[in-house]
T-cell receptor, first 116, second 112 residues
Framework: SAVISQKPSRDICQRGTSLTIQCQVD?????MFWYRQQPGQSLTLIAT?????????ESGFVIDKFPISRPNLTFSTLTVSNMSPEDSSIYLC?????????????FGSGTRLTVV | AQSVSQHNHHVILSEAASLELGCNYS??????LFWYVQYPGQHLQLLLK??????LVKGIKGFEAEFIKSKFSFNLRKPSVQWSDTAEYFC??????????FGTGTRLQVFP
């Protein structure tokens, strides 16, 4: 399975500021996924990031609020912009692993964001 | 759009009781199905997965799940739960878009 390094692991930010979360994968992957897990909730897909093209956002998420970069096949960033306390969540990146018996998804360890 | 339903939001059991958590999905085509567990304060961990073959799949820690295509279901079971099974359980499905969509989750509490 792929190994994902996600950072920062946690941060406390002032409202109105922005935070950029980074995910580094130890192998080349076509698609990377960004999720949000609000307190006590399930994981909600924010967007899918393909290298060389704009990210595809799910309903309720927009590029201005969550800009994503995907400069190469092993790295992606998610920025949470103009933060408010409602953005306090855990943000996770994920990749789809190779096919066959190892098929599945690997998740980063998450970034716990608190907006004050 | 693909959706995943977990009807049991909160389940409370005593140790040694049997467990079944429901999961239904909406997509009519070929799907891959997953159950994840999140222990308190910890990260997501894969319990088991199904993508082809025997519809009864066995995972870690004594869990199993049965894929019933006609019912669009992938219920999770364990014959005898332990206090250490207290956690949040998430069903997830991906279709031909490769996106993994999660259900709302089920909080399981097991009392000794």
């Amino acid at each position: 399975s792929a190994v994902i390094s996600q950072k920062p692991s946690r941060d406390i930010c002032q409202r109105g500021t922005s935070l950029t979360i980074q995910c580094q994968v130890d192998s080349q992957v076509t698609m990377m996924f960004w999720y949000r897990q609000q307190p006590g909730q399930s994981l909600t897909l924010i967007a899918t990031a393909n290298q060389g093209s704009e990210a595809t956002y799910e309903s309720g998420f927009v590029i201005d609020k969550f800009p994503i970069s995907r400069p190469n096949l092993t790295f992606s960033t998610l920025t949470v912009s103009n933060m408010s306390p409602e953005d306090s969540s855990i943000y996770l990146c994920s990749v789809e692993d190779s096919g066959g018996a190892d098929y599945g998804y690997t998740f980063g360890s998450g970034t716990r964001l608190t907006v004050v | 759009a693909q959706s995943v339903s977990q009807h049991n939001h909160h389940v409370i059991l005593s140790e040694a009781a049997s467990l079944e958590l429901g999961c239904n999905y909406s997509y009519g085509g070929t799907v891959n199905l997953f159950w994840y567990v999140q222990y308190p304060g910890q990260h997501l961990q894969l319990l088991l997965k199904y993508f082809s073959g025997d519809p009864l799949v066995k995972g870690i820690k004594g869990f199993e799940a049965e894929f019933i295509k006609s019912k669009f279901s992938f219920n999770l079971r364990k014959p005898s739960v332990q206090w250490s099974d207290t956690a949040e359980y998430f069903c997830a499905v991906n279709d031909n878009t490769d996106k993994l969509i999660f259900g709302t989750g089920t909080r399981l509490q097991v009392f000794p």
